[in-house]
């Protein structure tokens, strides 16, 4: 049996590719893996969907980012973010310090997502901010926010300051 | 942890878990979990947003006394006479709040989706202290804190027009005499029209009505004010308004079934209390439900033995209070810039601190049907191609506003000034939009005001035809 890829397949499998990193990393970074990867799924499958108009979206990946928290908000799962537990083969990497963690934990889920996609995927400003709808100004209240929280909840002290 | 590169680097190592914890998503697996919408529907929804525009623009056509004011190039301006040349804004910058009243009004607080991207149409809820645009479908585009649009809490049913670059207006929603509102949701439309409002009908995308208001609550005395499509489409939450308005927010199946109450009455027939309350139609929310409110003590007709607002299952019946989060849905629309000539005067009007009256939209052509409030007067303003004028003016007069030429002249007892100004003739007053006409003096005063915030040249003082 053949299978027959017509060309709004292939345009889609492309547009999933360079999108979907960034959107699940963003979504994974607010709401944890379980939540962040069904938005992911839900926010891609509607991409699918509406095909047509994602193409013609200026910044698709910021729009599927709030069809994405939207599915979260109307699943009414949202729960404690939460690191996910270290899997078989994190024996021999350097873990991630709990309190760290539980520090993510606190942030609003879009200063985490702000600092985990800057700090923690190294994404660019302005890379970061498309990944989350917003201007890069918005984005910075957000890192810069975070980051305090942060900074104070484990004491660190700025190198540049 | 004692220095900031410990941070990023720990901040590295969450990135990895949570890359480790996640796989990336199949486009294969997305393919087989959800078919896509039909794409016909596109040009169903093209077929539709045509003959909406051409029943406008005979609209408006008809609304300017069937005139042919357009102007037609009779030669380009080719030297430079005006004084005033100034330069648009590289981008375009209203002020972060707009004037008080009901001009366009720019949120500095708004954080979203940029306006340009917005859908046409969506709603917005408005909970506690903020103001969430949606999509048709429920998805969260973007939100504003409720203060920055001081006009929401003047009109008692709003609607939003969304002006990329320039600002959000607030207008009233209620569907006005042999007015003939429209909302809609994913290419369904629904209208509150006919005579005196008294048919509420489901516009299906390929072209079919559904008439939804065909029972007894017809024979009442009132009219429809404005309905709102549920998520799903099966359900129209349709604001009654009886005599001595008296509302009943009304669940009117869209499968052309009978509608009821919001509280449950399939009939205004009861001799016998208890009779249908009073009730305001507030929207849906996200799931699906129909949020409704029942005064308390209603001016007019029953108060409901529990008021206060609740979201009502459309199959159930079954209320769930919402009196912790006061929820309102607003109906908006985005009003792109059709033509740089639209733009133009949109922004200048903001930049102005003025109030727009008077317009139309663009519906595709080049030109520009707006007007402005000039000190309580209605003064409409055309912008079209540059050329000599078509309309029969009489007492026309070659003269100067700030020392740069302009037409003044007289159309059916109207003043009317024109002058030309970049690549746009334009054209104020000459046609009585509400009360009592604008004189030449108020015309010259627009004018004046008006030049400068077009960011244009002004050229020569058109010539009337013949």
Known sequence: MSVVVTDRQARFTAFCTETEPRLRRALVAAYGAELGADATADALAWAWEHFERVERMANAPGYLWRVGQTSVRRAGRQGRWALPAPGDGDGDRLPVEPALAAGLAALSPRQRTAVVLVHGYGYPLAEAAAAMGCRVGTLRNHLDRGLTALRTRLGVTDDDR | ?466
């Open chain 2, 1 to 466: 942890m004692t220095a900031d590169h410990d941070l990023d680097a720990g901040l590295r190592r969450v990135a990895a878990a949570l890359d480790r914890a996640v796989t990336p998503i199949d486009p294969a697996a997305v393919l087989d979990r959800r078919p896509p919408a039909g794409a016909p529907r596109g040009q169903a929804l093209l077929a539709v947003a045509a003959a909406l525009a051409l029943v406008a623009a005979v609209v408006a056509a008809l609304a300017s006394g069937g005139d042919d004011r357009s102007v037609q190039t009779e030669r380009p301006p080719v030297s430079v006479v005006g004084e005033t040349t100034t330069t648009a804004p590289t981008t375009t910058a209203p002020p972060e709040t707009g004037p008080p009243g009901t001009g366009p009004v720019r949120p500095a607080s708004y954080e979203g989706v940029p306006w340009e991207q917005l859908p046409e149409r969506g709603e917005a809820v408005v909970e506690g202290e903020r103001v969430t645009l949606r999509d048709l479908a429920g998805t969260e585009l973007g939100s504003f804190p409720v203060d920055e649009l001081p006009q929401l809490g003047s009109v008692e049913e709003p609607r939003l027009r969304i002006q990329p670059g320039v600002g959000i207006t607030v207008a009233s929603a209620v569907v006005e005499e042999g007015d003939c509102l429209v909302t809609t949701a994913d290419g369904n439309r629904v209208a509150a029209c006919g005579p005196e409002q008294g048919t509420l009908a489901l516009l299906r995308p390929d072209g079919t009505t559904v008439d939804l208001a065909g029972m007894a609550i017809d024979a009442r005395i009132g009219r429809w004010r404005r309905g709102f499509l549920s998520p799903d489409g099966r359900w129209v939450l349709g604001q009654w308004s009886a005599e001595c308005e008296t509302p009943f927010a009304m669940l009117v199946p869209t499968d052309g079934g009978p509608m009821r109450t919001a509280d449950g009455f399939t009939t205004f027939d009861g001799s016998e209390p208890p009779f249908p309350a009073t009730s305001w139609v507030q929207g849906w929310t996200a799931d699906g439900r129909a949020v409704v409110t029942f005064p308390d003590q209603p001016a007019c007709g029953q108060g409901d033995p529990q008021p206060g607002t609740y979201a009502i299952d459309p199959e159930t019946g079954a209320r769930t209070p919402v009196d912790a989060e006061p929820f309102r849905l607003i109906p908006w629309a985005r009003s792109s810039h059709e033509n740089d000539r639209e733009l133009a005067l949109s922004r200048a009007t903001v930049e102005l601190g003025l109030e727009p009256c008077c317009g139309e939209p663009a519906h595709g052509g080049g030109g520009v049907t707006g007007g402005v409030v000039w000190e309580g007067t209605e003064v409409p303003i055309l912008g079209g191609d540059v050329g000599p004028i078509q309309s029969p003016l009489t007492d026309v007069a070659a003269t100067e506003v700030d020392g740069l030429p302009v037409t003044t002249g007289v159309l059916e007892g109207n003043a009317v000034l024109a002058f030309t100004c970049g690549d746009t003739r334009w054209f104020l007053g000459g046609a009585v939009v509400a009360g009592a006409p604008p004189g030449p003096e108020q015309l010259a005063a627009v004018a004046s005001a008006l030049i400068p915030h077009l960011y244009c040249t002004v050229g020569p003082p058109p010539a009337v035809a013949g």
